[in-house]
Nanobody, 124 residues
Framework: QVQLVESGGGLVQAGGSLRLSCAAS????????MGWFRQAPGKERQFVAR???????NYVDSVKGRFTISRDNVKNTVYLQMNSLKPEDTAIYYC??????????????????WGQGTQVTVSS
């Protein structure tokens, strides 16, 4: 049984930083891609960043240069360091673990397991 447990969300002022963590269990972590998505009220879930099993990273344009995704295959944890936060970054952030083989890394359908989500609120 795969479990993904996120932590690190909260309330921060614009320009501030937060680091999200997602601890995974249940299967060999290093074999799977990990992604972060976010969902604001009334909007669809949006791709934010992903890191492949061999640490290739990709980001949505709106967070490039501000967010950094990383992984620790010993701790079975993926991180999202978020700097220079803006009010438009406010959302529930979800981590997700991919299927063993997948096509488009920015699609929710490429991810097999999801965490419960953690709220990030950026005040102006």
């Amino acid at each position: 049984q795969v479990q993904l447990v996120e932590s690190g969300g909260g309330l921060v002022q614009a320009g501030g930083s937060l680091r999200l963590s997602c601890a995974a269990s249940g299967r060999t972590f290093s074999l799977y891609g990990m992604g972060w998505f976010r969902q604001a009220p009334g909007k669809e879930r949006q791709f934010v960043a992903r890191i492949s099993g061999n640490s290739i990273t990709n980001y949505v344009d709106s967070v490039k240069g501000r967010f950094t995704i990383s992984r620790d295959n010993v701790k079975n944890t993926v991180y999202l360091q978020m700097n220079s936060l803006k009010p438009e970054d406010t959302a529930i952030y979800y981590c997700a673990q991919s299927y063993r083989y997948y096509g488009y890394y920015d699609r929710t359908s490429s991810y097999e397991y999801w965490g419960q989500g953690t709220q990030v609120t950026v005040s102006s």
